[in-house]
């Protein structure tokens, strides 16, 4: 008898919560104007609903709505907040750009473009725990330094990163602050005030909410940093975000910020719980993995785990009824041990060893058992071979 299907890759996607969904289905045929245009009854009903969403986003961070620019996702989000701040700021004079080495790809790449293009960019290290070096970032943050850009929690291994301590670092020498923080939003408590950042960039399908919509938070508004949008068009989004609004996801990514900011804390106490219960019982049954990262600083849902000697695709192969991310990831049609383990000291060989287990809102602690076991029959049979 087939195994009934165990989802555990959470900080890849999440389904949509069933009250995201039935919030976002009249706007598909019953209410579906442009909220651009305030002439007609659609437009502004449509536009009124946009507007309360905004504020569900920036209630999440202990912002104002106002600061909250709606985009395609954190891609976007990340792309907008550095290229956009380099090519409006390259007069005043500062060419340094400080990043850390376990940033997601959309905010490494764009770092790299810019580095092509003249811009001096420092990378910074990560100990064996993913957190960043606080020494470091005193050495490289000068008054040269045009951007910092830090994310608040990695995707792989959960680690927390010290956003606030180095926000007053960058502040210290005149720089802006950047934040990605599509992997924390929803599953830790988010306060833009104590963490000090300038730009911080969301993505609705991390927290329960639909594809392809994001926002961009920008400290003060539009006006208040020297941002340059990506492209042209209609002027939506005060100018940095051209292009017709996505009501109907916007009004789903509203939806899931207004439950996340109810249950955040209840939430994620009930995951770290899951979280470690699993991990003790795959200890138990499969005895020598290893738990990567910061065991207490992390993300409450997320484990990264190290099969030694067990290749991760073989041993997802193994266990089909579950869906996990690996160590690794396929980049133009070649598989790469995840840059993000290889930061933190560990070999290419057990960056490819590696598996991530990300829980979510509708797991039980009956599938985790189901999990453990299942990944520790798999990785003993494999150990035979």
Request: net charge negative; proline share 4%; hydrophobic share 45%.
């Amino acid at each position: 008898m087939t195994q009934a299907e165990i989802y555990l890759d959470s900080n890849a996607t999440t389904p949509c919560d069933p009250r995201v969904l039935e919030a976002m289905l009249p706007f598909f045929a019953q209410i579906y104007g442009n909220p651009a245009n305030g002439l007609h009854r659609q437009g502004r009903l449509a536009a009124q609903h946009v507007e309360e969403a905004r504020t569900w986003v920036a209630r999440l961070l202990g912002a104002l709505p106002a600061e909250i620019i709606f985009t395609a996702g954190a891609t976007e989000s990340n792309n907008l907040a550095i290229q956009g701040l380099a090519g409006a700021a390259v007069e005043r004079g500062r060419k340094r750009i400080v990043t850390s080495a376990v940033e997601h790809k959309s905010v490494l790449l764009p770092c790299q473009k810019l580095a092509a293009e003249g811009f001096e960019v420092i990378v910074l290290p990560v100990d064996a725990r993913g957190i960043v070096s606080l020494d470091a970032a005193e050495e490289a943050i000068n008054d040269a330094t045009l951007l910092v850009s830090v994310q608040a929690a990695n995707n792989e291994v959960g680690s927390l990163q010290p956003v606030a301590e180095i926000s007053e670092i960058a502040h210290r020498h005149g720089a802006i602050v950047h934040c990605d923080a599509a992997q924390a939003a929803g599953k830790v408590s988010i306060n833009i005030d104590e963490w000090g950042v300038d730009l911080l960039s969301l993505s609705a399908h991390k927290l329960y909410g639909p594809k392809g919509v994001g926002a961009l938070y920008v400290r003060g508004g539009r006006g208040a940093l020297p941002l340059k949008p990506l492209f042209v068009g209609g002027g939506q989004e005060r100018g940095l975000r051209p292009g017709t609004l996505n009501v109907p996801a916007i009004v789903g990514f509203g939806k899931a910020c207004e439950i996340c900011l109810e249950q955040v804390d209840q939430e994620a106490m009930r995951l770290s719980t899951l979280r470690d219960d699993f991990e003790r019982q795959l200890l138990d049954k499969a005895g020598t993995i290893r738990i990567n990262g910061d065991r207490e600083r992390r993300l409450p849902n997320t484990s990264s785990i190290t099969f030694p000697g067990v290749d991760a695709d073989a041993l997802l192969l193994n266990v089909p009824h579950l869906m996990l991310g690996t160590g690794s990831a396929c980049t133009s049609g070649t598989i790469e041990p995840s840059h993000v383990l290889q930061a933190m000291g560990i070999s290419r060989q057990d960056a490819s060893n590696t598996v991530r287990v990300s829980l979510g809102r509708f797991n039980t602690a009956e599938e985790l058992a189901v999990a453990a076991e299942s990944l520790a029959e798999a990785y003993h049979s494999l150990q035979q071979v």
